[in-house]
Structures are given as structure tokens and as C-alpha cells.
């Protein structure tokens, strides 16, 4: 029996509930993906999913426009392969079909529906393989524009995930559309998100402590750097912590800013600002629900857990090919 090598440039499409991400790597058989090239731009589909809840012409135009630039930069780049996925804003959507359709026909890509699960799956793989085994058992959480996506286990795959909605992206559009929201909308939307993940939440919080608790996303990566934690420049591998009393500290002080107050913050992106209080509140049930003093930010999530299932699947069809 003899082993399949292989090293490709891979693409991948992320169309988030925020952002539309292409992420370029270059992957070698048995070794960690490396970054070639990334291109971003704020979709924000969270907040562009009209009153029947649909996405609006103008978040597919804008996703539209989008993938077609990305799919430019992809084939300039060099990429073999490109990896198209889309997660809650699309996912949720009572349209779904018609605007993958609609993308499919104007630029030719095909892009996948990531369920809930398998979204919490594939960033829980990645998380995994980031830290390995010496975590021990993981509780992983990420929180999206459009979803919260919870998984816990001690093997590779987690034996058990949630996917709820109460991304910060949806719950800003929902619950927080004051430039400064009253303290009684903040509490409002405090009890609703402790109330969902508390109901739906149940099996994991009742399993034990993890060994290892994680964030992953952009927004919880942005709270950990709003409350201490290092500046990106330093590099993926500074540990980097959100700790729960601090987070409960700067809660209160995200309440009384405007948006463009929090964007002065360190680590916060313009286009982001305004979903920070939302996603604060959502870090701060998980850690307090779950009886968490702090998350580690893992820089791997959902792109890096598609591209490791992804190589994976090459190395397994190789190797079977040479069998």
C-alpha cells in the first residue's frame, strides 16, 4: 500500500451573514493550509432579508457583484478548485433557491447551503485541529451575523451542536435599531437570548465542563481585543482570551456609544460597529449560561473546516485510488 501526496491551490467562497469572504490557500497532503490571498466585502444579507424573509434585490445584487469579483480573483490567483458555501442569512431565507439560482446563472458558481449543524461541525473540526488533543474535551462557540452555532466533544467530531439564531447581525436588525438602544430594548433582548439558549442549549449545558472552552468569529474575536486581548499584528499563535467579568464590565459602557464611538475601539471594523453590543450580549449569556469564566479565540473556524474536510476527502479518494 503506498500513500497519495498532493498539493493544490484551493478556493473557498464563504457567503456569511456579514461578509463574503474568498480565502485562497495553497494545501499540502498531511500539512496545515496556507494562506495565499483574501478578499473581503461587507454583504451584510443579515440585514438585507425584507418583511416576508426573503434577501432583498439589493443583497443579491450586492452578492451577485461580489462573487463575481471573487470568482476573477480566484482564477487570476490560480486556484484548482473553488468551495462555495453560504450559511443563516441565505439559509434562512424564504428565497433560498431562487437567489442561488439567480447567482448561478449571472456568474456560473455553485454555491452550498451550509445546515446549521454542519456549520457548527465543520468549525468545531477546525478548532480541534488548531489546538489537538491535549484540549481535551472542546466547547466550541461562534457567533455569526445570523447565527449562533454551539458544538461540544472529545473526538474530532463533536457529539453534540446547536444552531441558533441569534446572530449579531439579526438580532441588531430585530431587537437594536436605535442608534442607542434604551435599557429597556437591552434587556428585552438579554432575557430572549439567555431564554433560546437556556431551551435549546439544554443537552450541552447539562454535560459537564469542557476541558477547553473556544470562540471563534469575527465578533468574538473583536470582543476579546476590545477587552485586553492582543492586537492581530502580534500574530494567530498569542493566546488570546475574552474573560467573562471583563466583557460584563464593557457591556454596559457598548450600551451608551454610538456606533461610530465603538468603531474607535480597538480591533472593531466600521462595518461592524453597530452589531458589537448584540453579539456582547450573546458572549455574555454563553459564558454566564454555561458558567464559563473565559473563551480562548481560536483564529481557525468555519473556512479552515471546510478546507480541512475538503483535503481530507483528496487524501482519502487518493489513497484508495493507489490501493
Known sequence: MSSSVFAMRLGVLDIGSNTGHLLVVDAHDGAAPIPAYSHKEALH?????????????????????????????????????????????????????????????????????????????????????????????????????????????????????RSLPLGAGRLTR????????????????????R??????????????????????????????????????????????????DVLAEMIPRLTQMTTAETAELPGVSARRAHQLLAGALVADAVMDLFELDELEVCPWALREGVILERLDQISILGNTLKL
Do not use: Y
Request: aromatic share 4%; with cysteine.
Open 174 to 193: 430585530d431587537w437594536l435599531r436605535e442608534e442607542r438602544p434604551s435599557p429597556v430594548a437591552v434587556r428585552e433582548l438579554q432575557r430572549k437570548v
Open 195 to 244: 431564554a433560546d439558549i437556556a431551551r435549546d442549549a439544554g443537552p450541552l449545558l447539562h454535560a459537564g465542563q469542557p476541558d477547553h472552552a473556544v470562540a471563534t468569529s469575527k465578533t468574538l474575536r473583536s470582543l476579546a481585543r476590545i477587552c485586553g486581548a492582543a492586537p492581530s499584528a502580534e500574530g494567530a499563535r498569542v493566546r488570546r482570551i475574552l474573560a467573562a
Open 45 to 161: 444579507l443579515a440585514e438585507h432579508i425584507d418583511k416576508q424573509g426573503a434577501v432583498s434585490s439589493r443583497g443579491v445584487d450586492a452578492l451577485v457583484r461580489f462573487v463575481k469579483e471573487a470568482l476573477e480573483a480566484a482564477q487570476d490567483k490560480g486556484c484548482e478548485e473553488i468551495l462555495g458555501f453560504a450559511t443563516s442569512a441565505v439559509r434562512d431565507a424564504v428565497n433560498t433557491d431562487q437567489v442561488l439560482r439567480h447567482v448561478h446563472d449571472e456568474t456560473g458558481v455553485d454555491i452550498t447551503v451550509l445546515p446549521g449543524d454542519d456549520e457548527a461541525r465543520l468549525t468545531f473540526l477546525a478548532v480541534r485541529r488548531w489546538f489537538g488533543w491535549s484540549s481535551g474535551r472542546l466547547a466550541v462557540f461562534d457567533v455569526g451575523g445570523g447565527s449562533l452555532e454551539i458544538a461540544a466533544g472529545a473526538d474530532e467530531a463533536p457529539d453534540a451542536v
